[in-house]
């Protein structure tokens, strides 16, 4: 907190920063917001402050969201029953109009209202906008644990992005406009897709050959079985980790995107505690890395 720090600490610290702030000096940096990071107010306009900050230091930011607890409490509202398969919303008809009312609508208009109240000038768009991202539908296999024959599962309405056209991302980053993106893309017959949204990011990311891709999220990084912080992992490392079960549901997509980001030759890709007031700044303006940095 400000108020306990001296004026000349506070020198201090600015003073500290400008290495970072040079290191990423006009370097786009891709972050990803997930639904249960955003959960509680306080730090989500935190977020949004640091977010402001990073484009008033000459860095691009664009941030990419989720709302999958936000999608949850909607379906539950409605009545909509929902399951998920391999990590992924099972996405009927009916479901991917909640998704995208939920995930263009609501969450994202927070997320744009919050960076525009801290001073910024954000625009909320989905996939679908400027023809940004285009998928095809998600193809997944799973073993029935009944016969033990593998089956391919139908999930509706989710799709893979299989390409991103950056003509309208680079416009907005040229007029220092703060990208806030929705996951939802078009599918090449013109139908609406669900994308997971660390997927999406890592798509952006790599499109964008971005310097940094940070994932925020709900716990302090990847944890080992003792659940303890693994502060660096490497490509080969995190692989086994999902093979023997280690890294599970929501942090397998996670860490997937983190290794296509980096064969896509995204410089630096880290997961961090999202619910920690100010983890962007932490991560990139001081020497205290707290999360987990994946590398090849
Ligand atoms: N090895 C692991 N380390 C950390 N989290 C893990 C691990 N394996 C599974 N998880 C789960 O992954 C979750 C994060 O994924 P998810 O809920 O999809 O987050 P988000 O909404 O931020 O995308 C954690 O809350 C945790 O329950
Ligand atoms: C296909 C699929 O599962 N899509 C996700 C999209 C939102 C998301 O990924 O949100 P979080 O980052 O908060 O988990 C969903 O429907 O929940």
Do not use: W
């Not at 306009?45 to 909607?74: C, S, W, Y």
């Not at 971005?210 to 080969?236: F, H």
């Amino acid at each position: 907190m400000t108020q306990n720090i001296s004026p000349l600490d506070q020198a201090r610290i600015l003073s500290e920063a400008l290495p970072h702030m040079q290191q990423y000096d006009e370097e786009t940096i891709v972050i990803k917001y997930g639904g249960h990071a955003m959960g509680a107010e306080e730090t989500a306009k935190a977020f949004a402050r640091d977010i402001v900050l990073l484009e008033q230091t000459a860095i691009n930011p664009v941030v990419v969201h989720g709302g999958g607890p936000q999608i949850a409490t909607m379906l539950k509202r409605l009545g909509i029953q929902s399951e998920f398969a391999a990590g992924l919303r099972i996405t009927d008809a009916a479901t991917i109009e909640i998704v995208e009312m939920v995930l263009a609508g609501s969450v994202n208009k927070q997320l744009v209202g919050y960076i525009n109240e801290a001073g910024g000038k954000a625009v909320g768009l989905s996939g679908k906008d400027g023809n940004m991202v285009k998928a095809s539908k998600t193809t997944r296999t799973m073993v029935d644990p009944d016969s033990n024959i593998e089956k391919a599962i139908d999930l509706g309405f989710v799709g893979d992005p299989d390409k991103v056209d950056l003509t309208l991302l680079n416009q907005l980053i040229g007029y220092e406009l703060i990208p806030v993106l929705a996951p939802l893309a078009t599918s090449h017959d013109g139908h609406t897709l669900n994308v997971n949204a660390d997927t999406f990011a890592g798509a952006v990311a790599g499109a964008l050959k971005a310097k940094r891709l940070l994932l925020l999220t709900d716990v302090p990084g990847v944890l080992d079985k003792s659940k303890k912080l693994i502060p660096e992992l490497s490509v080969k490392d995190a692989r086994k980790l999902i093979a023997d079960g280690t890294i599970s549901g929501g942090m397998i997509p996670k860490v997937e995107t983190c290794i296509y980001a980096l064969e896509q030759g995204v410089q630096g890709v880290v997961i961090i505690d999202g619910k920690m007031q100010h983890a962007v700044l932490l991560e990139l303006f001081t020497n205290q890395g707290t999360g987990t940095l994946i590398h090849k």
